[in-house]
């Protein structure tokens, strides 16, 4: 092969790579776009503000004669039946659908709610969890998108004023609004939490939540005046920490109430 074949061979090597590099950056650029204006179509500006720790209490029914939820579900899921509530972390820019594909866990990991191929996919659960939110953890996957969108601003709660200020986690459903408070914000490793511990066990929850209260690190930020057992509800917000594989960051909140 002469030089002029390898030099024309090299650059078109390097023409496609440089390709490459533009689509996947203009996918960084574009992610989460189409979650705007979902957000514009089919949501009211809530009548639920956030509140703050100390008026938190204990999980009960609250009473509504008219329950008012800012969330077209009717719409969202003649969109898509995958979609069965809505997130909406106040502080950050977390307000997104959240979605499950039974029969196919890594569905949404690479694909919108639209079902077309996108790096920001989606918020989502797996179908370890029960779409009731009634589950001892139920663990919710998001991109940290570098474009800021999906889970990525969850990682404000790295910092301890931004934890001590924003606690509240609104989790609203076809019928009732969910209310959790923030009592943790660390770095994990990548274990799969519903694989590795059954939450269903008594013992084995009790356990976990003793776990991450105890911890200690820079990179942690834990609430250890809230004394969880075995019959709270939580959620476990996943995300991605620092483009390192064996890492994950996870913001985790109790639920305190309940609108229906």
């Known amino acids: 092969m002469n030089r002029k074949v390898i030099a024309a061979v090299l650059g078109t ?9 533009i689509r996947s950056w203009m996918q960084e650029q574009n992610a989460g776009k189409i979650y705007e204006e979902l957000q514009e179509e089919v949501t009211d500006e809530p009548d639920v503000g956030p509140k703050k720790a100390e008026e938190m209490t204990e999980p009960e029914e609250t009473e509504a004669e008219s329950l008012e939820i800012p969330i077209d579900f009717d719409q969202l899921q003649q969109e898509n039946p995958d979609i069965y509530a809505w997130i909406t972390v106040p502080g950050t820019d977390v307000d997104y659908p959240i979605v499950q594909k039974e029969g196919d866990n890594g569905y949404y990991l690479n694909h919108n709610i639209n079902g077309d191929k996108d790096t920001a996919g989606a918020i989502y659960t797996e179908d370890y969890n029960h779409k009731d939110f009634e589950d001892p953890n139920t663990v919710i996957y998001g991109h940290n998108m570098k474009n800021g969108t999906m889970f990525r601003t969850l990682h404000n709660y790295e910092d301890r004023s931004f934890f001590d200020e924003n606690r509240e986690v609104l ?27 059954d939450f269903d066990d008594p013992d084995v929850y009790q356990s976990y939540l003793n776990t991450v ?19 709270d509800k939580i959620i476990t917000m996943s995300t991605c920490y620092k483009g390192m594989e064996d890492r994950r960051y996870l913001v985790q909140a109790v639920l305190v109430s309940i609108e229906s």
């Not at 609203?172 to 009592?183: A, C, L, N, S, W």
């Open 171 to 197: 989790i609203y459903m076809p019928g009732e609004i969910r209310h959790y408070q923030i009592f943790a914000a660390y770095v994990y490793d990548n274990r799969h939490l519903l694989l590795n511990f």
């Open 13 to 21: 090597a390097a023409v496609l790579c440089i390709g490459m590099g």
């Open 213 to 231: 209260s105890s911890i200690r690190d820079m990179n942690s930020f834990v609430d250890t005046s809230m004394e969880m057992t075995v019959e």
